[in-house]
C-alpha cells in the first residue's frame, strides 16, 4: 500500500513564528507533491506544488522536497491565526514509471496559530 | 464554468434510499476524480475519469457505488440503498492532464443517512 504520512498535530505555534509541517511518502516513484490547505467545513485548496528537489517559494509558504529521502514539507513564515486550518500533503501515485493521474493524500496536520 | 461546482450541497436520506451526486468540472479539464472525507478523516479516492478511457474504478467501496460521466463532463455518483457508514463529504475535483498540476476541488457535497 502505498502511502502517505504527517503528523495528524494539532501543531500550535505563536502569531508570527515559523510553522514547520512534514511528510514523507513510500513511493520513491512519486514525482510530484502538493500541499492543500482545508478549513474546517470546507474543501481542498491547492496552495503549493514541487516537483524537484529543493525549496520553491511563494509568498510566506517555502515547499520543500527531498526525494531521496521521501520527505517534502512546508513552512509557513510570520505565521498569522488566518492559517489555523488543516494541511494536506499529497503525492502523485505511480505505476512503474507511469503516473495513474491520481494523487495519495496525508491524513492532515492541524495547525493552530495562537493571536 | 469558473470553478468545480457539486450539488446539492447538502442532502439528508433515509437509510435504503437511493441518492445522485452531481459535478460539473472546470471547462476543459479532462480528468475528474471523486472522494469522499469521513468526519475528521482524510480523503479516501474513489473513482477517476480521465478523457474517453475506462475510469478507474479500483476506490469504489462497494457495488453499492457506480458513477458516469456523460460527454466527457458532467459526472454523477450514485449511491444505492444507502447505508449510515456512507454519511460523508463527497468531494468531486478535476484537472488538467492526469493531475500533473494538482487538482480544483468543489465545494462539496455532505451526506447524511438517518
Known amino acids: 500500500q502505498k502511502e502517505v504520512e504527517q503528523n495528524s498535530g494539532p501543531l500550535s505555534v505563536p502569531e508570527g513564528a515559523i510553522a514547520s509541517l512534514n511528510c514523507t511518502y513510500s513511493d520513491r516513484g512519486s514525482q510530484s507533491f502538493f500541499w492543500y490547505r482545508q478549513y474546517s467545513g470546507k474543501s481542498p485548496e491547492l496552495i503549493m506544488s514541487i516537483y524537484s528537489n529543493g525549496d520553491k517559494e511563494d509568498g510566506r509558504f517555502t515547499a520543500q522536497l527531498n526525494k531521496a529521502s521521501q520527505y517534502v514539507s512546508l513552512l509557513i513564515r510570520d505565521s498569522q491565526p488566518s492559517d489555523s486550518a488543516t494541511y494536506l500533503c499529497a503525492v502523485s501515485s505511480m505505476r512503474g514509471s507511469s503516473n495513474t493521474g491520481k494523487l495519495i493524500f496525508g491524513q492532515g496536520t492541524t495547525l493552530q496559530v495562537k493571536p | 464554468g469558473a470553478g468545480v461546482s457539486q450539488s446539492p450541497s447538502n442532502k439528508v436520506t433515509e437509510k435504503g434510499k437511493d441518492v445522485e451526486l452531481r459535478c460539473d468540472p472546470i471547462?476543459?479539464?479532462?480528468?475528474l476524480y471523486w472522494y469522499r472525507q469521513s468526519l475528521g478523516q482524510g480523503l479516501e479516492f474513489l473513482i477517476y475519469f480521465q478523457g474517453n478511457s475506462a475510469p478507474d474504478k479500483s476506490g469504489l467501496p462497494s457495488d453499492r457505488f457506480s458513477a458516469e460521466r456523460t460527454g466527457g463532463s458532467v459526472s454523477t455518483l450514485t449511491i444505492q440503498r444507502t447505508q449510515q457508514e456512507d454519511s460523508a463529504v463527497y468531494l468531486c475535483?478535476?484537472?488538467?492532464?492526469?493531475?500533473?498540476?494538482?487538482?480544483?476541488f468543489g465545494s462539496g457535497t455532505r451526506l447524511t443517512v438517518v
Open positions: 471547462s476543459g479539464h479532462t480528468a
Open positions: 475535483a478535476s484537472s488538467f492532464r492526469q493531475g500533473a498540476r494538482g487538482y480544483t
